[in-house]
C-alpha cells in the first residue's frame, strides 16, 4: 500500500490539476512509514505545490532533522524561504544545498539572487558566475551578471553577458518547458 500511494501522489504531484489528489496520497504513504524522510520530503514537497507554504515548510523542517542528507530538503526550503522573503534563513539553506551538491546551478543561481538582495554584489556576481559555468544554457545567470556587471561600472562584460542571454534567449523560443531557475 505504501508504494501504491508513493506512486499515485507522484503522478498526482506533477499534473497541476491534481496536486491537491498528491497530498492526500502522499500524506497516506507517509501515515505508513512516519519514520521514512524520503516520504516525508514527498509529502512536505506536494504541500508547497499545492500552495500550502506553512505546512510544506514544516514537513521538510521535520524531513532535514530525521536525515540533513538529503539535498532536496535545503534547496526546497531555500526557496521556499526565499519566496516568504525568509532570506537569512534561504541562504542558510542554499548555502548548505551547494555545499552537498557543488554542481548544481539553479542552486548556485539562487543563491546569488539572495546574496544580491542582502547587498553583497561580489558574492552574487561569484555564484552567477559558477551557475553560468555550470550550465551554460541557463539564461538567468547571464541575465543577472549583465546586470551586476552594468551596476559596478563593467559595460564590456556587462555587454558580452546581454549578448549571451539574448542568444540563450533565442535558442529557447518555443520551447515545451520554460527556464525555470526555482
Do not use: C
Request: proline residues 5%.
Amino acid at each position: 500500500r505504501l508504494q501504491q500511494h508513493r506512486n499515485l501522489g507522484k503522478a498526482f504531484y506533477e499534473n497541476p490539476s491534481t496536486q491537491y489528489d498528491a497530498v492526500g496520497e502522499l500524506e497516506k504513504a507517509l501515515a505508513l512509514a512516519p519514520d521514512s524522510a524520503r516520504e516525508r520530503v514527498n509529502y512536505g514537497l506536494a504541500l508547497l505545490r499545492a500552495g500550502q507554504a506553512e505546512k510544506g515548510i514544516v514537513e521538510l523542517e521535520k524531513a532535514q532533522k530525521q536525515d540533513p542528507s538529503i539535498p532536496h530538503t535545503w534547496f526546497n526550503l531555500g526557496i521556499a524561504y526565499k519566496q516568504a522573503s525568509q532570506y537569512e534563513k534561504a541562504m542558510a539553506q542554499l548555502g548548505r544545498m551547494v555545499q552537498l551538491v557543488p554542481d548544481d546551478p539553479i542552486s548556485h543561481y539562487n543563491l546569488g539572487v539572495l546574496y544580491k538582495l542582502a547587498g553583497r554584489l561580489d558574492d552574487a556576481i561569484r555564484e552567477w558566475q559558477r551557475a553560468s559555468a555550470l550550465d551554460p544554457k541557463l539564461g538567468g545567470p547571464h541575465f543577472q551578471l549583465a546586470t551586476a556587471y552594468r551596476q559596478t561600472k563593467r559595460p564590456e562584460d556587462a555587454s558580452r553577458e546581454m549578448a549571451t542571454f539574448t542568444e540563450i534567449k533565442q535558442r529557447q523560443q518555443g520551447a515545451a518547458f520554460p527556464e525555470d531557475l526555482e
